[in-house]
């Protein structure tokens, strides 16, 4: 099991410590608006197994994104709740250039090449780039845009960018890898595509992922395990295993049974009276 | 270039082109127009003629402008990365920023000369005029990051200063050349009403000041020509880099959370504190100033006397006549002036949406228009209108409506087009879209025009009293300044800023209710 709810607040032993990336204990979020306090997400718990992909899906208002910014440290949890990264605080392993970042949308400084683009957060963490250019290179091929390292992000097309913006995080060679709804902007068949480059590009590093998803499909063929949420107050409402053998292939996608887990996650979306 | 825009370019050359041959028939064959419209090729011998004198005013004025445009946008960009790093300090100089931009430039002139020798007065001014719309172009700039390129510098653990040198100052740089853009015309400007104020010997504001009386329409042009075309090319100067800088850097998706200008939240007392300090800073800044130049305080009183000039004292009671009467004059026809402005542009930019054609032919005027220095158009309206109250008035009108319509035309067109489809969708035409959509949805607009343009029309008007008709406000400061009266200079700049800058936050009051 990769990913469970974590009721006992210690681990009960030093060892099983290290093989757990992410650790969220009783971590909330109340955001303060005009209309007074309205609260995102209830105190969860949650553990991510180094090296596990993780999808959380959920409706709109399910709080699946503030847990993400949580993680990289762009919201404080509520009082009472902490959030350990490789037993860290987010702050601190963000600064050591440990944490991998992407956005529903590629978010790229329109006035840099792609080559740029994807050397920016060494530049953020303060790191010579010069010595990077054979790895930006390397990142360049792997997500499949060679001949594009000079061109500007308005020439590209937006399953372009989003690859740049895969690439982006993966330089800095992070242990952990944050993906914000990354191909939530892209077309359905691009974003099969999409699914099936990422989960190669995983398989030859298995990185710790936390996957922010609206797919259904999109988490059953990439996650390890998917965190079901719902909303009002977002919470947690179930945590499925995802049992098929890596690699994956596209054909993954017709098979029978992997309908029947989108199917069985559809229910538990929508509760018990759902017809899937 | 592409076949339509081939043609439209043609369509405006000829169109030009027509317009010249009238002028030049007209000018050169009509009595009215000979003393008016002086025909293109009088005006351009007489310009030959005066060649000398024009390279003398002219390199005086450019040189003038030049050093206050420098100077100004370098105090502008260094304003502008300090506010954007300290917004409580923003909002402190408050005061400072909207009087820089409200006052009517013309009653600093006579105040600089007390304290400054030489092309300084001019250059002051120049600096003086160009700071406000380049600061706040480059603040705007500087503030407007995309929220998801924050968040990703935050993610790797960078902080604001990261964010300035990488993301905010590339960022920003379409809206500094913007700012430039607007700032440059105005530092002509600055550099001409404040050879008004100085009586220095060379620059087109003497050249135009000694050209008045004199009566020769084609040189009276000429200057007004040529001081528009300094101006204008300072236009053109910024138009490319920003133009070519804004197809790189605009945001290829637009994001879905806007950046809020405004510092938000923050303790009411410090809110209220920073707000006590915006209004007191101008008059701590002019304290100082008058303190620390060590100037006579006869010649250069501080805000305490000043006040004092006009509530106590021997010639209090005069002095309250003499000001109440030239605001009795300048008022009235600055207001009027401003309602038919705003008017007259409202409803030539909904008629634009009538019939297209008038805007396309209307709109690159108001474009160049709005840039011209609003003293080039001195020859014009004297020639035209004589010395009279109709001077003041057209003046008045005519700073207001050029950026007025502009304004408008932008808030007629920029109605979504789901409304208008909406409207169409069920046999509505124009007309109905017009009155439907267009026009309420503009009313924003015509508020924002109204509270940009109200400063204007009190200089505009006091230009026109100082140098054509001889009565008001512009009047007063003008002989205050020949008969060396300062009380009264400083009164009067200081009773016209006031009224400036309670014109531009009653409007923006009035804004920010139906905003709401």
């Given amino acids: 099991m990769n990913a469970l709810p974590a009721r006992d607040r210690e681990p009960s032993s030093p060892g099983a410590e290290r093989s757990v990336d992410l650790i969220v204990d009783r971590a909330g979020k109340t955001f303060e608006t005009a209309r007074g306090p309205v609260r995102a997400l209830e105190p969860i718990d949650l553990k991510v197994a180094r090296g596990a992909f993780v999808a959380l899906i959920g409706p709109s208002g399910c709080g699946k994104s503030t847990l993400l910014r949580m993680v990289a440290g762009l919201e404080q949890p509520d009082d009472g709740g902490a959030i350990l990264v490789r037993g860290k605080h987010p702050e601190q392993f963000r600064k050591e250039g440990e944490l991998g970042i992407a956005f529903q949308d590629a978010a790229l400084l329109p006035w840099r090449s792609v080559t740029d683009n994807i050397a920016f957060p060494l530049q953020i963490l303060g790191r010579p780039v010069k010595g990077e250019a054979a ?21 590209l097309s937006g399953g372009m960018r989003q690859r740049v913006a895969i690439a982006r995080a993966l330089v800095t060679d992070p242990s952990v890898l944050l993906l914000d709804e990354p191909f939530g902007a892209l077309d ?14 995983w398989v030859a590093r298995q990185t710790t992922t936390l996957l922010v998803t609206h797919g259904i499909d999109e988490a059953v063929f990439l996650g390890d395990t998917v965190v079901v949420m719902q909303a009002q107050p977002g919470r947690i409402a179930e945590i499925i295993e995802v049992p098929f053998a890596r690699p994956r292939l596209p054909s993954l996608f017709s098979a029978p049974e992997f309908h029947a887990l989108c199917d069985r996650l559809t229910v538990s979306l929508h509760g018990e009276g759902a017809h899937p | 270039m592409t076949a339509p825009a081939y043609r439209e370019n043609a369509r405006i050359l000829f169109g030009t082109l027509v317009a010249l041959a009238v002028w030049e028939l007209l000018g050169a064959y009509t009595s009215w127009g000979v003393a008016m419209f002086p025909a293109p090729t009088r005006i351009l011998a007489q310009a030959f003629a005066d060649r000398e004198l024009y390279a003398l005013h002219g390199l005086a004025t450019l040189q003038t402008s030049v050093s206050g445009f420098v100077i100004g946008v370098s105090v502008a960009v260094f304003a502008a990365l300090v506010f954007c790093r300290l917004p409580g300090l923003e909002l402190a100089f408050r005061g400072v920023n909207i009087t820089l931009f409200a006052m009517p430039a013309i009653v600093i002139g006579p105040l600089l000369v007390l304290f400054l020798k030489g092309d300084w007065p001019q250059i002051v001014l120049a600096a003086l005029m160009v700071y406000f719309p380049a600061m706040s172009a ?27 040198r990488h993301v905010r100052l590339r960022g920003a740089l379409p809206d500094l050349f913007a700012g430039f853009r607007v700032a440059a015309p105005l530092a002509v400007l600055g550099a001409v009403l404040g050879e008004f104020g100085s009586g220095t010997r060379w620059g087109f504001g003497a050249f135009l000041l000694s050209a008045l009386p004199q009566g020769n329409p084609a040189r009276l042009w000429g200057i007004g020509l040529a001081a528009s075309a300094i101006a204008l090319a300072g236009y053109a100067l910024f138009l490319l880099p920003a133009r070519r800088l804004s197809a790189s850097s605009t945001a290829v998706t637009l994001a879905a959370v806007q950046p809020s200008a405004r510092p938000k939240g923050g303790a009411s007392t410090r809110r209220i504190l920073l707000a006590l300090v915006a209004v007191a800073l101008p008059f701590l800044i002019w304290w100082l100033g008058v303190t620390l130049s060590h100037v006579s305080p006869i010649i250069a009183p501080g805000p305490g006397r000043t006040v004092m000039f006009l509530i106590e004292g021997r010639h209090a009671a005069a002095a309250r006549a003499a000001l109440g009467h030239a605001l009795g004059q300048t008022l009235p026809i600055a207001l009027l002036g401003l309602l038919a402005g705003l008017a007259f542009a409202f409803m030539l930019a909904a008629l634009s949406l009538l019939a297209p054609a008038l805007a396309r032919g209307l709109l690159p005027v108001a474009l160049v228009a709005q840039n011209m220095p609003l003293v080039a158009v001195v020859p014009f309206v004297v020639l035209v209108f004589g010395r009279g109250t109709a001077s003041s008035v057209f003046m008045a009108v005519l700073v207001v409506f050029f950026p007025a319509y502009v304004l408008l035309h932008q808030g007629f067109t920029s109605v979504p087009k789901a409304a208008s489809d909406l409207v169409a969708a069920y046999g509505g035409g124009r007309w109905k879209q017009l009155v439907h959509i267009a026009v309420p949805y503009s009313i924003g607009h015509l508020i924002a025009a109204a509270r940009l343009v109200a400063p204007q029309a009190l200089l505009g008007v006091m230009v026109a009293e100082w140098l054509v008709t001889g009565v008001g406000l512009g009047n007063l400061l003008n002989i205050s300044r020949g008969g060396l009266d300062y009380d009264m200079i400083w009164a009067g700049a200081l009773v016209s800023i006031l009224i400036s800058v309670a014109a531009y936050e009653g409007v923006g009051l009035i804004e920010r209710r139906i905003a709401r």
């Fill in chain 2, 138 to 164: 480059t603040l705007l700039g500087l503030r407007t990051v995309d929220p998801r390129l924050a968040d990703l510098v935050a993610a790797y653990g960078g902080g604001e200063g990261v964010l300035m």
């Fill in chain 1, 135 to 155: 790895h930006i290179q390397s990142l360049i091929e792997l997500v499949g845009l060679k001949g594009y390292e000079a061109a500007r992000p308005g020439q």
């Fill in chain 1, 188 to 201: 359905q068949i691009l974003r099969r595509q999409m699914n099936v480059e990422l989960q190669r590009i």
